[in-house]
C-alpha cells in the first residue's frame, strides 16, 4: 500500500516550492506511481508540459498552452469513467416493477374505472373538481351572490308578499275569538237577568225606568217633527237670496256667450 | 426477457447521464428510472440501428430537463458532497484501482459541477459518452460551430478546474 495518496503527490509535484522531478524521485512518491494508473497517466502528462516548458523556458504563453494541452489530454482521458456508473442494489428491480406488464382491463366497466383512477390521481384533481361543481352550481341554481344581493334588499317586501295573507288570516281569527270571548254589550232592560248572579233591582228604580221610557216613547215623535222642521228653517235662511229651500236656481246668462 | 437485458445493460450508462444532470445520487435513481419507464412506454417507436443512441439519448435529455425544471420549482437543487461521490461503487478489480477510480470521478464530477449547464451538457455529451459533435449540436438545437468553440473552452475550463481543486485537495 502506497505511503501517500494520489492528491498528496500531484500537490507536492504541483508545489512551486519544490522542483518536480526531486519530489516525484522521493521513495514514497516513487513508489506510489510505481501502483498507481491513474497517476502514471498523469505524470505522462505533466511531464509533457515540462519537457515543452523545459525546451523553450523563455515563452511563457508556449508553455501554458503546452501544459494546459497536456492537462486537457489527461481529462479527456480520465473522462470517460464518468459514463457508465453502477445505479445501485436494487435498482433493476425497481425499474422492471415500474415498468411491470400489467394486463389491458377488460370490458367498459374495467376500463372505465382504470380511467377514472388516472383521473383522480392528477394532481389539480381537486381543484378542477371543485371548478366544474361551481360551473354546474350556478349553471343549476344561478348565481348565489347575485341571490344574497337580491335578498338582502327585498326581504321585506318578500315577507310581505309571502307573510301577508296568513297573517291577516291569523288576525281576523284573533278578533273573532276576541269578540267570541268579550261580553256583548245588553240593553238595560236585559242587564239584570233573572238569575241568581243578576244584582236586584228596586221596584222603584224599575218603576221610574218604566216611566221613563214609557216618556221617551211618547215624547220622540214630537222631537222628532221639531227637529225636521228646525233643519228646514236653518236651510232656508242659508239658501240665497230668501229662495225657498229645494227651487232650483237658474243658471246665469253668461256675457261671453250671449251676442246681444 | 429483452426488456430486462435491456435495463441491465443500458442502466449504468443512463443512470451516470442522469446523475450528469441530477447532480444527486437519489434524484438521479429517480431520473433514471423515469427516463427506462418512458423509453418502456415509447417501446413500439424505438429507432433502429444507428438512428437509435441519439434518440435513446434526446429522450434522456428531455426528461432530465423536464426532471430539473420540476426540481427547480419543488427545492432548490442540492449538489453532491465529496464523499457521496466517493462512494460510488466500481465495478473496476481490486480494492485500490477502485479508491482511484473514485478519486477521479469525484475530482472529474466536482469540477463538471462548477461549469455552465450548456458547456457540461456539451461536454458530458461529447467527452463523457462520445457522441458525435454533429449529433450533440442536433440533441442541443445549437449551431455546430457553437458546440464547437464551446466544446474547446468547457475543456480547458474543465482541466483548470480539475487542476485547481487537486491543488486545494493537497493543500487541504
Given at each position: 500500500m502506497s505511503a501517500i495518496t494520489c492528491d498528496q503527490l500531484r500537490a507536492g509535484i504541483l508545489d512551486p516550492?519544490?522542483?518536480?522531478?526531486?519530489?516525484?524521485?522521493r521513495p514514497e512518491a516513487a513508489g506510489h506511481i510505481r501502483t498507481c494508473p491513474a497517476c502514471q497517466d498523469w505524470l505522462d502528462a505533466f511531464t509533457a508540459g515540462e519537457q515543452a516548458w523545459a525546451a523553450e523556458p523563455a515563452n511563457d504563453f508556449a508553455t501554458q498552452i503546452i501544459a494546459r494541452t497536456a492537462g486537457v489530454e489527461a481529462v479527456l482521458r480520465d473522462l470517460p469513467l464518468l459514463a457508465d456508473m453502477d445505479p445501485g442494489a436494487g435498482f433493476t428491480e425497481r425499474v422492471l416493477r415500474a415498468t411491470s406488464r400489467k394486463p389491458a382491463p377488460q370490458g367498459w366497466r374495467a376500463r372505465v374505472s382504470g380511467a377514472w383512477r388516472a383521473l383522480v390521481r392528477r394532481p389539480r384533481f381537486a381543484w378542477e373538481a371543485a371548478y366544474v361543481a361551481t360551473v354546474c352550481w350556478v349553471l343549476v341554481f344561478g348565481n348565489p351572490v347575485g341571490a344574497i344581493e337580491w335578498s338582502a334588499t327585498n326581504i321585506g317586501a318578500v315577507a310581505r308578499e309571502r307573510?301577508?295573507?296568513?297573517?291577516?288570516?291569523?288576525?281576523?281569527?284573533?278578533?273573532?275569538?276576541?269578540?267570541?270571548?268579550?261580553p256583548e254589550p245588553r240593553p238595560a232592560q236585559q242587564a239584570a237577568p233573572a238569575g241568581a248572579m243578576a244584582e236586584p233591582v228596586p221596584p222603584v228604580v224599575r218603576a221610574w225606568q218604566s216611566a221613563a221610557a214609557w216618556l221617551r216613547n211618547l215624547t220622540t215623535p214630537v222631537v222628532e217633527a221639531f227637529r225636521l222642521t228646525w233643519e228646514s228653517v236653518a236651510a232656508w235662511f242659508e239658501s240665497p237670496a230668501g229662495q225657498p229651500p229645494g227651487t232650483p236656481t237658474e243658471p246665469r246668462a253668461d256675457a261671453a256667450r250671449s251676442p246681444q | 426477457m429483452a426488456w430486462e437485458a435491456f435495463v441491465?445493460?443500458?442502466?449504468?450508462?443512463?443512470?451516470?447521464?442522469a446523475y450528469s444532470y441530477a447532480g444527486d445520487r437519489e434524484d438521479a435513481r429517480d431520473l433514471a428510472q423515469d427516463i427506462f419507464v418512458r423509453l418502456?412506454?415509447?417501446?413500439?417507436?424505438?429507432?433502429?440501428?444507428?438512428?437509435?443512441?441519439?434518440?435513446?439519448?434526446?429522450?434522456?435529455?428531455?426528461?432530465?430537463?423536464?426532471?430539473l425544471r420540476r426540481r427547480s420549482v419543488r427545492r432548490p437543487a442540492s449538489t453532491a458532497g465529496e464523499t457521496e461521490l466517493a462512494q460510488l461503487p466500481d465495478p473496476s478489480p481490486g480494492a485500490e484501482a477502485r479508491a482511484i477510480d473514485a478519486d477521479r470521478r469525484t475530482l472529474?464530477?466536482?469540477?463538471?459541477?462548477?461549469?455552465?449547464?450548456i458547456n457540461r451538457e456539451i461536454v458530458?455529451?461529447?467527452?463523457?459518452?462520445?457522441?458525435?459533435?454533429?449529433?450533440?449540436?442536433?440533441?442541443?438545437?445549437?449551431?455546430?460551430?457553437?458546440?464547437?468553440?464551446?466544446?474547446?473552452?468547457?475543456?480547458?475550463?474543465?482541466?483548470?478546474?480539475?487542476?485547481?481543486?487537486?491543488?486545494?485537495?493537497?493543500?487541504?
Amino acid at each position: 500500500m502506497s505511503a501517500i495518496t494520489c492528491d498528496q503527490l500531484r500537490a507536492g509535484i504541483l508545489d512551486p516550492g519544490t522542483l518536480p522531478g526531486d519530489w516525484a524521485r522521493r521513495p514514497e512518491a516513487a513508489g506510489h506511481i510505481r501502483t498507481c494508473p491513474a497517476c502514471q497517466d498523469w505524470l505522462d502528462a505533466f511531464t509533457a508540459g515540462e519537457q515543452a516548458w523545459a525546451a523553450e523556458p523563455a515563452n511563457d504563453f508556449a508553455t501554458q498552452i503546452i501544459a494546459r494541452t497536456a492537462g486537457v489530454e489527461a481529462v479527456l482521458r480520465d473522462l470517460p469513467l464518468l459514463a457508465d456508473m453502477d445505479p445501485g442494489a436494487g435498482f433493476t428491480e425497481r425499474v422492471l416493477r415500474a415498468t411491470s406488464r400489467k394486463p389491458a382491463p377488460q370490458g367498459w366497466r374495467a376500463r372505465v374505472s382504470g380511467a377514472w383512477r388516472a383521473l383522480v390521481r392528477r394532481p389539480r384533481f381537486a381543484w378542477e373538481a371543485a371548478y366544474v361543481a361551481t360551473v354546474c352550481w350556478v349553471l343549476v341554481f344561478g348565481n348565489p351572490v347575485g341571490a344574497i344581493e337580491w335578498s338582502a334588499t327585498n326581504i321585506g317586501a318578500v315577507a310581505r308578499e309571502r307573510l301577508g295573507p296568513p297573517v291577516k288570516e291569523l288576525r281576523a281569527d284573533i278578533e273573532t275569538w276576541r269578540a267570541r270571548i268579550a261580553p256583548e254589550p245588553r240593553p238595560a232592560q236585559q242587564a239584570a237577568p233573572a238569575g241568581a248572579m243578576a244584582e236586584p233591582v228596586p221596584p222603584v228604580v224599575r218603576a221610574w225606568q218604566s216611566a221613563a221610557a214609557w216618556l221617551r216613547n211618547l215624547t220622540t215623535p214630537v222631537v222628532e217633527a221639531f227637529r225636521l222642521t228646525w233643519e228646514s228653517v236653518a236651510a232656508w235662511f242659508e239658501s240665497p237670496a230668501g229662495q225657498p229651500p229645494g227651487t232650483p236656481t237658474e243658471p246665469r246668462a253668461d256675457a261671453a256667450r250671449s251676442p246681444q | 426477457m429483452a426488456w430486462e437485458a435491456f435495463v441491465r445493460q443500458m442502466q449504468g450508462r443512463l443512470f451516470a447521464l442522469a446523475y450528469s444532470y441530477a447532480g444527486d445520487r437519489e434524484d438521479a435513481r429517480d431520473l433514471a428510472q423515469d427516463i427506462f419507464v418512458r423509453l418502456y412506454e415509447a417501446r413500439s417507436q424505438w429507432p433502429a440501428g444507428d438512428e437509435f443512441l441519439p434518440w435513446l439519448f434526446r429522450v434522456a435529455r428531455n426528461r432530465s430537463v423536464d426532471y430539473l425544471r420540476r426540481r427547480s420549482v419543488r427545492r432548490p437543487a442540492s449538489t453532491a458532497g465529496e464523499t457521496e461521490l466517493a462512494q460510488l461503487p466500481d465495478p473496476s478489480p481490486g480494492a485500490e484501482a477502485r479508491a482511484i477510480d473514485a478519486d477521479r470521478r469525484t475530482l472529474l464530477h466536482a469540477a463538471l459541477r462548477g461549469l455552465s449547464a450548456i458547456n457540461r451538457e456539451i461536454v458530458v455529451l461529447r467527452d463523457v459518452h462520445g457522441l458525435p459533435i454533429q449529433q450533440v449540436a442536433a440533441l442541443l438545437g445549437i449551431p455546430l460551430g457553437t458546440v464547437k468553440s464551446r466544446a474547446s473552452r468547457a475543456r480547458v475550463e474543465l482541466t483548470e478546474r480539475v487542476l485547481a481543486l487537486s491543488r486545494g485537495r493537497g493543500d487541504a
